[in-house]
Structure formats: structure tokens, C-alpha cells
């Protein structure tokens, strides 16, 4: 029907007009609709024509201000001239000259009218170009501005996308690292001994102290034994020992803890680390572990501390988070004292080793404190030394008799990954391990010495126990194993030092220590095998 409509209001009719049909309402409208856009058309132009009569009514009126204005200012000067004239009457010339004048100036005036329209026609052009110049920068330069804007959002997309990937790369070779550092550390023993030499106070080494020179695991005490009947010569008898380090007299701090800094590294990556020097009064066990002040002599606490927290800062650049808390216990006659106290003696409490339900061993009444950086950890190893039991004995004025456990918990969030870690780092200065009768030790030192011996004792059964896998390991025999069971079995890193003294009058003790860490040594203690092999009960 549309079409035929079309067709009928393209028909010619009569007198040059098209007629519709009384039922085209449709084509009537479309003609109505026409005819108003052609008014709408006239309207419009109309409109125009009016706008355009407006301004040159307007420039018009402006024209005639103008013009009444110097018309003014000439009938003010045809004023003058006529009182010139009623004045100089008889001045015929200068009239003419003034006329004269005056035409010229019309004639400026005029010329310079002309000029005014000139140039506003052309003032007018020039703003006309010059909007049209500044919308076409504008243009260009938004253009331009857009194309750098997506240009940018595009790379910084890409920036993103790359740090992402580069995070994710980062974090899973910092995975593949811990799993490869602990297979490494696996390899060399869960359970491993270092052997140091304590220097002699004049320098140099004894005779009966042999250490090889292109062998740095082996140690060789020699013993010179007379004959008995003056008719054969004396005869040299000696005890060859391995351990997986042995550091001569000469061997610096620092050169003793790169051997162990991995270790340490191990306790940021989830695993308990312990570190114990074991040897008599005298050997160096303290200046091993704690050192002195100055940084060339500094002790293995210092250094672990500030490797851990050097450490946790660089991890923080991959999203992790720790936090630390430090212990520091000290185990008297099977007694336990709290090192970080500082209330009164009269009110000290008693301390218990407990288990919570994660299994984990903790201390009841124990200080602990949550430390940020290594100066707070040195200042609670400073006050600990302060309240350590020593006493005097026969093999040193001032002889520890007590064992010291410096414990740093660490835990560790990555919130970004989803990823927890926790363990302990612990750091043991044993007490002396010298005999009843080397150490001279009566009344109140003589029961020290008593407990001293039978814990260290029970140590080397608990080792024992872990080396043979027995089903049964004694921890609870004594405070100290019960204490450090954590540091023994499961996941943890062990590391004994055994210190030994240079004097010839020590060599008893020497060899004493010797063997003893040697059947620490042999042990071979491989953990993962533990969970594997065999289920072992501990109590």
C-alpha cells in the first residue's frame, strides 16, 4: 500500500499541482509536511536576511554616532571659525584657507572612514582564521594527547602484566630455591659437626694437636706413651678423628659462620635450625657462639641475627611478612631460669616445659619478647649473659655451669601467595663437659657438674636413639633434650660444635669431646627417613 500511495502523489494533476485522493491522508500529510519545511526554509532565510539588515543597521548607528560626533566637533570649529570671522571679518584669505582646511579634513576623514571598514573587514577575517587555526590545534593536539594517553595505558597495561609475571617468576624461583638449598642441605646431614681449635694463649699449635693441611675434616690427637721397661723406645700412639669441618687455630669468625650461614638461611625457609657448641670449660664454646664486641670478633648469635633480619628484609620486596620473638632460657640443675627476667629474685617464677596441641614445645612463665631489628635481639643477649649462672672451678675462673638457649621464633606470611611458614632458629651454649675430677669440683659445684655430665649424656642417647631409629627416643631424660627436641627430630637442621683445648693438660678432655661428637658425627641422621621407615614415639 505504501508503494501505491508512492505512485499516486507522483501523479501529475491538474494545473501542474498533484490532487490526492481523499482516502491519501498519508500522502496530504506528507504534502502538509513539505509545504511547513518550505516555510520553515523561508522562515529561516528570512531570519538570516533579518540578522544580516540588523548588523548593517547596527554598523549604521555606529557610523552616525561617529559621524554626529566629529559633525559635533566640526560645528564647535564652524563655531570658532564664525567668531574668527566676526573678529577677522576683513579676513577674506584666511576663511578661504580655513575652508580650504576644512575640506581636506573631510576628505581625511573620509579616507580614513574607508580605511576603519578595510580593516574591520579585515580584523574580522583574521579572528575568523584564527579560531578556526586554534580549533584545529586544539584538535590536533587532543588528538595527539589521546593517542599518547592510550599509547601509555597500553604500556603501563603491559608494565603491569610484566611485573606480574616477573613477581610470579620470582616467587617460584625463590621456591625452587628453598627446595634446592634444603635437598643441598640434606645431602650434607641434617646432623653435622664442626670441630674448632682454640688457640694457644702464646699462638701456634701442640704436638699433640696434628691437623692436615690439605684435609680440613680431619683431626689427629697424638699420645707419646713411655715403655714400661726402659728397653724399647717410646711408642707414639694416635686417635684419628672426621668431622665435617674441623677449623684450626688460626680460622677467624667470620670464616666459622659462612660455613653455617646456610643453615641459618634454612630457618627463613620454614625449617628449625639448632646450633650448639659442646666442649670443656675453657675451649671456647662462649667466644664461638656469642664473640666480642667488635664486628671481626663477633660470635655466631650476632651473625645469625643480623643474617635473618637481613634476609627477611630483601624477602619483604617479594611480598612477605615476618615476625620475630626471642627467648632466651637458661637450664641450671635441671632447673629452668628465665635469662630476659628482670623483676625481683624473690618473685621469679617457676618455669615448666609444656606441649600445646600443635605439639610444639613452649615454656610456661617464660619472657617473650617481639623484637623488629637485630639491636633489640643484641640488647636481650646482653642482659641474658648478665643474669647467667657461673662460678668459679679449677679449669676456669669464671665458668659457666649452666646451659644457655637462645631461641628466635620466626613466622612468616606471603598474604599475596596464601603461604605460611614457621620455625625456630636455636642457638646453644652448652656448659663445660669436663669430668669430676679435671674440674675439682665440690659441695654445690660438685652437683653442677653432676647435672652438667648427665645431660649432656642424655644428649648423645637421644642422637643415638634418632641414629638407630629406635621406636622409643628419651627426650624427657633431661631439660635440655626435652627443650631442643624440636631441633633434633622433624624438620630441623642441627649443628654441634665441638671445641676443644690446646694445653697438653687438657688432652684427656680433648679426647673425651673428640669422641664424643664422633658418635654424633657417624650418626647419619637423615629426618625425612624417620617419618618413612618408621613411626618413633617420643615422650
Not at 636413639?465 to 624438620?491: D, F, H, I, M, W
Request: aromatic residues 6%.
Amino acid at each position: 500500500r505504501a508503494a501505491g500511495a508512492a505512485t499516486v502523489a507522483a501523479a501529475p494533476s491538474r494545473g501542474g499541482t498533484q490532487k490526492r485522493n481523499p482516502w491519501d491522508l498519508k500522502g496530504k500529510v506528507s504534502d502538509m509536511e513539505d509545504k511547513v519545511r518550505n516555510y520553515q526554509m523561508k522562515v529561516k532565510t528570512l531570519n538570516q536576511e533579518n540578522e544580516v539588515l540588523q548588523d548593517s543597521v547596527s554598523q549604521s548607528q555606529r557610523k552616525m554616532v561617529q559621524v554626529e560626533k566629529e559633525l559635533q566637533i566640526q560645528r564647535s570649529q564652524i563655531g570658532e571659525y564664525e567668531r574668527k570671522l566676526q573678529v577677522l571679518a576683513g579676513v577674506q584669505d584666511e576663511l578661504e584657507k580655513v575652508l580650504s582646511d576644512k575640506n581636506f579634513l573631510q576628505k581625511e576623514l573620509t579616507n580614513l572612514e574607508g580605511k576603519y571598514k578595510v580593516m574591520e573587514t579585515l580584523r574580522d577575517s583574521q579572528e575568523t582564521e584564527l579560531q578556526t587555526l586554534k580549533l584545529s590545534v586544539q584538535e590536533s593536539t587532543l588528538a595527539r594527547v589521546q593517542a599518547n594517553l592510550r599509547d601509555s595505558e597500553e604500556e603501563v597495561r603491559s608494565l603491569k602484566e610484566t611485573v606480574a609475571q616477573q613477581k610470579d617468576e620470582i616467587y617460584a624461583g625463590e621456591m625452587e630455591r628453598r627446595r634446592l638449598h634444603n635437598t643441598i642441605q640434606e645431602l650434607k646431614g641434617n646432623i653435622r659437626v664442626f670441630c674448632r681449635v682454640r688457640p694457644l694463649v702464646g699462638g701456634g699449635l701442640p704436638k699433640h694437636i696434628q691437623l692436615a693441611t690439605s684435609d680440613n675434616k680431619a683431626i689427629t690427637l697424638a699420645k707419646t706413651e713411655e715403655s714400661h721397661t726402659g728397653k724399647t723406645a717410646d711408642t707414639q700412639k694416635n686417635y684419628n678423628f672426621s668431622f665435617d669441618r674441623v677449623f684450626g687455630p688460626r680460622t677467624s669468625q667470620q670464616e666459622v659462620f659462612e660455613e653455617i650461614s646456610l643453615l641459618v638461611q634454612s630457618a627463613l625457609d620454614g625449617y628449625n635450625v639448632c646450633c650448639f657448641a659442646y666442649g670443656q670449660t675453657g675451649s671456647g664454646k662462649t667466644y664461638t657462639m656469642e664473640g666480642d664486641e667488635f664486628d671481626e670478633t663477633r660470635g655466631v648469635i650476632p651473625r645469625a641475627v643480623q643474617q635473618i633480619f637481613k634476609a627477611a628484609g630483601k624477602l619483604g620486596e617479594q611480598g612477605w611478612e615476618f615476625t620475630f620473638t626471642a627467648s632466651f632460657v637458661e637450664i641450671y640443675n635441671e632447673t629452668l631460669r628465665d635469662l630476659l627476667y628482670t623483676g625481683k629474685s624473690s618473685k621469679r617464677p617457676e618455669h615448666e616445659i609444656r606441649k600445646t596441641a600443635s605439639n610444639e614445645v613452649t615454656i610456661t612463665n617464660l619472657t617473650y619478647e617481639r623484637v623488629i631489628n637485630e639491636d633489640q635481639v643484641l640488647g636481650l643477649i646482653a642482659l641474658a649473659n648478665q643474669n647467667r649462672s657461673t662460678a668459679q672451678t679449677a679449669q676456669n675462673d669464671r665458668s659457666s655451669r649452666s646451659h644457655s638457649v637462645f631461641q628466635l621464633d620466626i613466622e612468616g606470611v606471603n598474604a599475596g601467595r596464601d603461604v605460611k611458614c614457621k620455625s625456630t632458629l636455636c642457638l646453644v651454649d652448652l656448659a663445660g663437659s669436663e669430668r669430676m675430677v679435671k674440674s675439682q669440683s665440690q659441695g654445690d659445684r660438685f652437683k653442677e657438674m653432676t647435672a652438667i655430665n648427665g645431660s649432656l649424656s642424655n644428649l648423645g642417647i637421644v642422637i643415638a636413639a634418632l641414629a638407630n631409629k629406635e621406636s622409643y627416643v628419651p627426650y624427657r631424660n633431661s631439660k635440655l633434650t626435652y627443650l631442643l627436641q624440636g631441633c633434633l627430630g622433624g624438620n630441623s637442621k642441627t649443628l654441634m660444635f665441638v671445641n676443644i683445648a690446646p694445653e697438653p693438660d687438657s688432652f684427656g678432655e680433648t679426647l673425651n669431646s673428640l669422641r664424643f661428637a664422633s658418635k654424633v658425627t657417624h650418626s647419619s641422621v637423615c629426618i625425612c627417613d624417620l617419618s618413612v621407615n618408621k613411626k618413633i614415639r617420643v615422650d
